[in-house]
């Protein structure tokens, strides 16, 4: 594992449905997760927060709310987080709302074009992620992201990279889904995108899917983690925009993230959706803060290497 790390605050909600996941980085800070993986032996650069357009507040345009603002504040990530990767760093997005996918993911794929790398993205979620403008009434390009990375969007959105598609769905695996919306569920089967649900983490286990999702994942694979914190259950995690109940217990998250550590492959993260002005006493950022740490190597019991 690569033992220097980048902290790439982005404090924007551009992309949500609910204002205050600009917040996200802060709380993320407060809650101490540079000293909590430097006392695990790991380097911590924070490179403060990246700088953007202000959110308007507007209604969607044929489609999209805040598409050339959405578009700004990924651009910067995008070259960031390429610039992070090429000095062999690992970086850690400090988000921001889920639109910021697209440029940290971009940036990933990027840089495994680049090095012979093979990708592997993990997206932890409650929901898909994968809605077009005209699949969703709302607009909020949070629901997007995926769909974008895959070529479906606006040309500012998809061509971010320098490639479109950014990629293709078969590096995907998405864990945790239970909110779908119908036309979004035809475009996740017609892209073939692979899909661990909660019915699939119910009846399988955290364990079984795990295995499956990491199936494949060799010496040569760059792993992401892009981590959207409403991908666990609200009681347990309610300092996010979209609630959704019957997301993974504490034990499942941390199961989660201590088998993606085994791996060794872990070499970019996103921390998605943290919503400060809904959370308790920064309880969720803490309990991000103590899965990251997992996905890190801490591991809960006492393991012989
Ligand atoms: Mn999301």
Same mark, same amino acid.
């Given at each position: ?90 970086? @850690? ?8 996918? @697209? ?63 950014? @990629? ?8 945790? @889904? ?128």
């Amino acid at each position: 594992m690569q033992l220097d790390i980048s902290l790439i605050g982005v404090p924007t909600d551009i992309g949500a449905g609910a204002r205050g996941a600009s917040m996200g980085p802060e709380a993320l800070r407060v809650a101490g997760l540079a000293a909590v993986l430097e006392s695990h032996g790991l380097r911590v650069t924070d490179r403060g927060n990246l700088n953007g357009p202000a959110n308007p507040w507007l209604p969607p345009i044929e489609g999209y709310r805040h598409l050339a603002e959405v578009a700004a504040w990924n651009q910067a990530l995008h070259t960031a987080m390429h610039a992070e990767l090429r000095q062999g760093r690992l970086p @850690i997005v400090l988000g921001g709302d889920h639109c910021l996918g @697209i440029g940290s993911i971009s940036a990933v794929a990027r840089h495994c074009r680049e090095t012979g790398k093979k990708l592997r993205v993990l997206w932890l979620d409650a929901h898909a992620d994968f809605n077009t403008a005209s699949l969703t009434p709302s607009g909020n390009i949070h629901g997007m992201p995926v769909a974008v990375l895959c070529g479906h969007g606006p040309e500012p959105l998809t061509g971010i990279g320098g490639q479109t598609p950014a @990629i293709t769905a078969d590096v995907v695996r998405q864990i945790g @889904i239970r909110s779908v919306d119908a036309g979004e569920k035809r475009l996740v089967h017609e892209a073939g995108l692979e899909v661990f649900d909660m019915r699939y983490i119910d009846e399988m286990g955290m364990r079984h899917t795990m295995e499956q999702a990491l199936l494949g994942v060799d010496e040569n694979t760059h792993l992401h983690v892009s981590f959207d914190v409403d991908f666990l259950d609200p009681e347990i995690a309610p300092g996010v925009g979209t609630t959704i109940p019957g997301g993974p217990t504490y034990r499942e998250a941390q199961l989660c993230m201590e088998m993606i550590a085994d791996t060794g492959r872990l070499a970019s993260l996103d921390v998605m959706e943290l919503n400060p002005a809904l959370d308790v006493r920064n309880r969720t950022a803490e309990l991000a803060v103590d899965l990251i740490e997992s996905l890190f190597g801490k591991s809960t019991l006492m393991r012989k290497k």
